[in-house]
């Protein structure tokens, strides 16, 4: 697993024990639903 697929599987889960969803994180960082989708997924 890749560095980046590293700190996107721990965005996602950090995300989700709160819980928060994509829309609400978006709302709060200004970072697009795709954006944050695509690190999430290790992608970016």
């Known amino acids: 697993m890749s560095s980046k697929q590293n700190i996107g599987k ?3 889960e950090q995300r989700q024990s709160i819980p928060l969803t994509l829309k609400q994180l978006y709302e709060m960082s200004g970072v697009s639903i795709t954006h ?3 690190i999430e997924k ?3």
């Open 10 to 12: 721990i965005i996602r």
């Open 36 to 38: 944050l989708a695509r």
């Open 42 to 44: 290790g992608e970016t």
